[in-house]
């Protein structure tokens, strides 16, 4: 079965500072990877993916993420982020048996 | 542009009352999803459905049973509410295994 570990509880960081979240599975076979981000009272929207090829992946609002295949990670990074950054951010991982699992989640609060 | 409508939106119920929960999607996804979103728990896959008249236990399933008779809905149902079933729920669907999932704005459920 596949697991989903995302490092971080709650980081909290200062307007223009940069962004890391660290994701890491656990799955043996393909992988489809995503990062999607729950705005306070919201449902969940899809920040970004990755399904193959360039294991950078851009997605909207000017985060990115790197799919690393031989360390099972797939961290979230934004260079700079902003106020309205602040929400609760899932990683989650789909194997071959359809389901679509989901990480803990980490908040992140960015002060002004 | 419905997407995934979720009904009700907000439930109070007893100890032992049952209710059945509605999830409903206009876009002719073959795949759909119940979530438990409980606090530093992330979300947490009850049951999914990877087509009509299919369904499939995922991570929590105890407790809740569900049913895919129509393709466009997705019924997730209580027979006898716990406390401990207090929670939001979410829904999903997505069209093929590869996709991301596109998420209903929640049902929050008390049980006292």
């Known amino acids: 079965a596949q697991s989903v570990s995302q490092h971080n509880h709650h980081v909290i960081l200062s307007e223009a500072a940069s962004l890391e979240l660290g994701c890491n599975y656990s799955?043996?076979?393909?992988?489809?990877l995503f990062w999607y981000v729950q705005y306070p009272g919201q449902h969940l929207q899809l920040l970004l993916k990755y399904f193959s090829g360039d294991p950078l992946v851009k997605g909207i609002k000017g985060f990115e993420a790197e799919f690393i295949k031989s360390k099972f990670s797939f961290n979230l990074r934004k260079p700079s982020v902003q106020w309205s950054d602040t929400a609760e951010y899932f990683c989650?991982?789909?194997?071959?048996?359809?389901?679509?699992?989901f990480g803990a989640g980490t908040t992140v609060t960015v002060r002004a | 542009n419905a997407g995934v409508t979720q009904t009700p939106k907000f439930r109070v119920l007893k100890t032992g009352q049952s209710m059945t929960l509605l999830c409903a999607q206009d876009?002719?996804?073959?795949?759909m999803y119940w979530y438990r979103q409980d606090p530093g728990m992330g979300l947490r896959l009850i049951h999914y459905s990877v087509g009509e008249g299919t369904t499939a236990k995922g991570e929590v399933p105890d407790g809740y049973n569900v049913s895919r008779l129509k393709k466009q809905n997705f019924l997730l149902g209580l027979e006898s509410a716990a406390p401990s079933q207090t929670s939001v729920y979410f829904c999903a669907s997505s069209p093929r295994k590869t996709d991301e999932a596109f998420f209903g704005q929640g049902t929050r459920l008390t049980v006292v």
């Open positions: 989650a991982v789909r194997g071959n048996d359809y389901k679509l699992s």
């Open positions: 799955y043996g076979g393909t992988v489809n």
């Open positions: 876009m002719n996804h073959e795949y």
